[in-house]
């Protein structure tokens, strides 16, 4: 509750969304699944991080996926190359972790420096072990309602609904940006729910009379507390996908995309930090897990052919 004690007043601590507490409960399912794994086949999915270079965000994100992908049971493989790796080196070292039968996902942290070509990179990943959703075969089956691997920040943003709301059958949803890693896919997910789905992006007119008519507003932009209190009616529920580096009263701090303290009349909101953030490395987890699943049914499968 710290993260949003100052606005307790204004955001009753009911309506907060505590996406970490969501997302401990998540890992903590994903442990006992692993655990189970590892009882009855003696074995653990396997998580492969690449890190080009030496950016000090990225570091620390691969850090700590490392620090959780371990704490749940999994094995971790990291790779970190030196920023000057070329293409052909990378897409190299991809389709070996392809061919690794104790990798079942591979996620490439972004962004890679600027000689490299990310969309390539992402397109060699064998899409069953593409954990990030990024690959265009499961931005594909997700539009045709397939079974994809979806990317982690919607899924985290759509488990936090369904939790909070059950049901979402009818709803209005709009989401605000159209991003490929959040935008688009969150459309697509809360769109097989059976909501009713608006996409608004910087084009878009009269944004906030397209937010103030939904029930769901989910917003993705990276614009530090663009979303004001009159762009939202009253019980409507709010997903704060933004983090943004600001500084305050000479103090750096993180906000989101929406201005939480003038959030009281919604339904439910989430903050930032302490609401969707945690959600995504969970969610990374869950793919790498769901991926080993199926990469064992694929082999179940292909066992009884044989025989
Ligand atoms: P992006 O820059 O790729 O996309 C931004 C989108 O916002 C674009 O579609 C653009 O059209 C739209 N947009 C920009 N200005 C707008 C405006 N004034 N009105 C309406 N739409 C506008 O960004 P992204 O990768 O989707 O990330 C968005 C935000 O979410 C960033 O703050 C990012 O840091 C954050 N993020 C958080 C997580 C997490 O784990 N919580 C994960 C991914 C991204």
Redesign the pocket.
């Known amino acids: 509750m710290e993260a949003f004690a100052q606005s307790e007043a204004l955001v009753p601590a009911s309506s907060v969304i505590d996406g970490k507490a969501y997302a401990a409960g998540l890992m903590s399912r994903v442990k006992t699944e692993v655990a189970e794994i590892k009882g009855r086949l003696n074995t653990v999915p396997g998580l492969a991080v690449i890190l080009v270079g030496e950016d000090p965000a990225s570091s620390v994100y691969v850090a700590s996926k490392r620090r959780e992908t371990q704490a749940a049971g999994m094995n971790s493989f990291e790779h970190r190359l030196p920023e000057t790796t070329s293409q052909i080196v990378l897409l190299d070292l991809v389709k070996e972790l392809n061919g690794d039968p104790r990798v079942h996902g591979i996620l490439v942290q972004l962004p890679l420096p600027g000689h490299l070509d990310a969309d390539a990179v992402i397109e060699a990943i064998d899409p069953a072990k593409d954990v990030d959703g990024f690959h265009v075969i499961n931005a594909g089956r997700l539009t045709v309602g397939q079974n994809a691997l979806v990317p982690c ?1 919607p899924l985290g943003c759509l488990m936090l609904l369904k939790d909070r709301l059950g049901d979402l059958t009818g709803r209005h949803a709009v989401v ?4 490929n ?3 688009k896919p969150m459309a697509q997910l809360l769109l097989q729910e059976d909501c009713t789905v608006t996409i ?5 007119r009269d ?1 906030a009379n397209l937010t103030r008519i939904a029930d769901i507003v989910v917003v ?4 530090p507390e ?1 979303v004001r209190g009159d762009w939202i009616k009253p019980g409507a529920t709010v997903i704060d ?4 580096r600001v500084v305050r009263d000479g103090k750096s701090r993180l906000v989101g ?1 929406v201005a939480f303290a003038e959030m009281g009349h919604a339904h439910a909101v989430t903050p930032v930090p302490g609401g ?2 945690p ?2 490395i969970g969610c990374l987890l869950s793919n790498t897990l769901e991926a080993f699943r199926r990469a064992q049914d694929r082999e179940e499968t292909s066992a009884m052919e044989i025989s």
């Open positions: 920040t605000v940006g159209r991003s890693i959040v935008g608004a992006h910087r084009h878009s944004l993705a932009v990276g614009r663009m996908v933004g983090i943004n995309d969707v953030g959600m995504t």
